[in-house]
DNA sequence: TTAGGTACCTAATGCGGCGAGGTAGAAAAT
DNA sequence: ATTTTCTACCTCGCCGCATTAGGTACCTAA
């Protein structure tokens, strides 16, 4: 359904939004994912972890480890100022794409 | 300015929108996506060619020589049926992940 | 005790962009 | 005259990165 170029062009972003809004962890990343796309984004968790540990290696996110009752501890990632900035650099390019294939797609620009 | 990867996963679906509206060659196309993104998106012939070769090999777009006054022979490509699927195939991937990031971004919804 | 959900990690492959380099003709500038 | 610039096409090879497949471990319910 979603490319796979899509796929990895919108991984980094979409994390960076999910945690823009709140600290979470992976597992929880994947369902959250597939919630808000109506299971059309299905993400395996080990495409996330590599770019979650990547991400943090880059200075994006920042992670905790956290006990959790009742299951396994969890590590915790956060966004970070530069992930912010990131995110916002990231959202912009997006912009450009997406009104770049509106503009030359009359039925895109009615969908949004 | 586009990531790398957005920019892998917008190749595609660009070249068919534009052959969509009509036949193009490559040097051509190139300069469309230049002018329509405002500067945002500059491709290189490098990068375009082996894509469009591709796409051809995959039956998506198809090519024909022709002379042109003032000018090399040009490459015309045209897209096939096939070609028209996958633009709605492509560009209804694009609108679950755009959707995605307006519902977990606030001020991406703003700006489409 | 077995299955399935939660939760994390890694190694190895493979794809694909992109830089660099090459051909060639026409026009404009030096 | 000759060099540069623009048009127009093509290819090779590196390298970064995602994805696949596999592995660990705990908890709960059947």
Known sequence: ???KQLMAASTRPIILAILARGEDY?????????DISGGRLEWT???LYPVLQRMEMDGLIASKWRA???SRPR?????TGPGRQELESELSGWRSV???LSVLSDPVAVET
């Not at 992976?26 to 597939?34: A, D, W």
């Open 75 to 79: 590590r915790y990632y956060r966004i």
């Open 68 to 70: 959790a009752q009742g």
């Open 98 to 100: 997406w009104k770049a």
């Open 1 to 3: 359904m979603v490319s």
């Open 45 to 47: 968790d080990g495409m």
């Open 26 to 34: 992976g597992y929880s990343i994947i369902q959250k994912v597939r």
